[in-house]
Structure formats: C-alpha cells, structure tokens
C-alpha cells in the first residue's frame, strides 16, 4: 500500500463549482499535514497547513480525520487561477515527508 | 519573504559527466531537502539533512549523488557518471522547525543528453 494515496485525477470542473480532493495515509504515527499546489514545470508552493481542529483559509478549507487516516482538501467558487495539481504532503517526523502522487485540478470557464 | 534560491535554473551536460547543483535554503531554517521530479511524475524524495549530515535518504539516492554544505548557507547536490535516467527537475527544499512547513526553490532542470 503507498504511504500517501490521493485522488486519482483529473477533476475537471467549472468555474463557480466546490471541488473536494481526497489523501489517505497510512503511517498512523504522522504528525504533520499540508496540502500544496504545483503549477506545471513549477515547484510545490505551500496551499495550507492542515491542523486537527480543521482550519478555514478564504475560499480553501482543510480537514484532518486521524481516526480514518485521511485529509482533504475543499475549493468552493473556483476560480479559472486554481488549475493546478494539489499535493498531499503527510510527515510522521522533519526527516519523513511524503507526497502524494498529486490531484490534477482543470477549472474550465 | 525570505526563500529558496537554486541554481542554476537549467543544467545541459553530457552523459557521464558530473553535476553539482546548488541551493541556497532560507537562513534560519534548520532541515534541508533535495527531491526530484521527472517530467510528468510525482515529486521524488531524495535525501534530507539535518545537523551537519545525512538524517534520512531513499533508496533514489545511492552512490552515484552526495550532498554537502560546504560553508554554512550553500546546500549542494552533486551527482556522478550522469545517465540520461537523470534528467529531471531537482527541487531543494528547507524547513524550520518541528511540523513547520517545507520551502521550495524553484528547481533546476537537469537535462542529460
């Protein structure tokens, strides 16, 4: 089984829609959560950090469930400006990180 | 804000001969990172360094690459007897501390011909 698993993409959607990406992990002692986004031929820029309570970043908003191993990822009003590849990044220690495979996200107009 | 330089942004070389690739991490951080991304795959890890030496590596990283931080601010990549499988973007990255988020340079492109 991987460590880190997303959704298989990609998700097309239009603009104006909510779309919610999925990230399973499966190293329960993970002690860090982010999501990042990676524009093509781009490096992976910092989206969010995802906390236990989950946390709320205008249009973006990020879930931890630790009891089934999982974060997520929810875009409402989506804009032409978030096609891009989400990535999944799941840390048990500073030298553990792992990515996921990423989430190709195409918002159409 | 303060970020991630790499250099240079794109490396030509011919098969078998060796690279260095260099990061600049942000000054204060503590934790630093190469990874690797061939073109249209998933981001790679590759080695992490913490301290002065090596913390942890995947199994990408054999022989053939080291890493050094030569002078306190410079965190290099050097890669051996390079094979055309090395082309890729070669990301570094740094952190600060404990469950503090990674920083990314920009990459390098490496194309081996």
């Known amino acids: 089984r991987k460590e880190v698993e997303q959704d298989p993409g990609p998700f097309n959607v239009p603009e104006g829609a909510t779309v919610a990406f999925n990230c399973t992990y499966s190293n329960s002692a993970s002690q860090s959560f982010f999501w990042y986004r990676q524009d093509c031929r781009k490096e992976p820029k910092l989206l969010m950090s995802v906390y236990s309570s989950g946390n709320e970043d205008g249009r973006f908003t990020a879930q931890l469930n630790r009891a089934s191993q999982y974060i997520s990822l929810l875009i409402r009003d989506s804009k032409l400006s978030d096609s891009a590849t989400y990535l999944c990044?799941?840390?048990?220690?500073?030298?553990?990180?792992?990515f996921g495979a990423g989430t190709r996200l195409t918002v159409k107009p | 804000e303060p970020e991630v330089t790499q250099t240079p942004s794109h490396q030509v070389t011919q098969m078998g001969q060796e690279v260095i690739l260099r990061c600049v991490p942000i000054?204060?951080?503590?934790?630093f990172y190469w990874y690797r991304q061939i073109l249209g795959q998933k981001v790679e890890f590759l080695v992490s360094?913490?301290?002065?030496?090596?913390?942890?590596k995947s199994e990408i990283f054999d022989d053939q690459f080291s890493v050094e931080r030569p002078d306190g601010s410079n965190f290099t990549l050097k890669i051996r007897s390079t094979k055309l499988e090395d082309s890729a973007m070669y990301f570094c990255a740094s952190r600060g501390q404990n469950n503090q988020p990674q920083h990314f340079g920009d990459g390098t492109r490496l194309s081996i011909l």
């Open positions: 360094f913490y301290n002065n030496e090596i913390s942890e």
């Open positions: 990044v799941v840390n048990s220690s500073p030298d553990d990180m792992r």
């Open positions: 000054s204060n951080h503590l934790y």
